[in-house]
């Protein structure tokens, strides 16, 4: 009998092709439940890559790399569907593309830092898992200081973290009664591409780390997000994505607190 083919996923030891396929697995079901709610996934694929042993110098690239690829797809299916808003989107980036290109450069100490944000995310979470959007039925669109203000403020700590920012964003959004959920959805995808890239060049500037096994990597994923953004964007009730929503932003806040 041969050898086993082994994969490389960053400086840690090869993995064989069964476990390849488990991460394969994983990071299409977690791109298929975010990418349903407009989502890209980072918080998701940085937990189970951490789980399989890729190197911490190779997640966070990898992950700013999967989410360009599932939030460009989630972007396209959602603006599709008629929910995607140019004007509402443009004041948040306007801060939000520098910020997040500091934030994947400036390299800080996290375990303080992602405590914090993963209590943040839990409690902004369990509202929504009743199926209720506090903004359905009264939108009003922010004004642009305050659109530019959260853009930077989500801009930069999507960068600190390897997460594109549409965790923070989409909470936001519907908190404020600035946009509805399916409108939230498409702006956060579309919000992710960007600070993804932003944080992904700031980051290959300083530590240029990425897997042999990407491509595999990518194709789970991206099919993962496909399924889960079509499903959001034209079939799911919008009560139920707002469940998923919340079960979203639970698991991105255990995955920070963990």
Known sequence: ????????????????????????????????????????????????????????????????????????????????????????????????????????????????????????????????????????????????PAAMAAGGVIGLLSGLTGMGGGVLLTPLLLYRGWAEVRTAAALSAVFIFVNSLMALLGLLSVSPQLPAALPWLALAAVGGGAIGAQLGSRWLPAAVVVRLLGITLLIAGLRLLW
């Not at 390849?20 to 709610?37: D, E, F, K, N, T």
């Not at 390299?107 to 209720?132: E, M, Q, T, Y």
């Open 1 to 144: 009998m041969g050898a086993r083919p082994q994969f490389r996923l960053g400086q840690g030891p090869p993995i064989d092709f069964a476990s390849l396929l488990r991460l394969c697995a994983a990071l299409a079901l977690i791109a298929a439940l975010y990418g349903s709610v407009g989502q890209a996934g980072a918080s998701g694929f940085l937990a189970v890559m951490g789980l399989f042993g890729l190197a911490p110098a190779t997640i966070k690239p990898t992950a700013l790399v999967l989410n360009l690829l599932v939030s460009s797809v989630v972007a396209v299916r959602f603006a599709r569907a008629g929910h995607f808003s140019w004007p509402l989107l443009r004041p948040f980036l306007l801060l939000s593309i520098p910020a997040a290109f500091l934030g994947g450069w400036w390299s800080l100490p996290a375990a303080a830092f992602n405590r914090l944000l993963g209590v943040l995310l839990l409690f902004a979470g369990v509202p929504f898992l009743d199926g209720r959007a506090p903004a359905l039925g009264r939108v009003v669109p922010p004004s642009a």
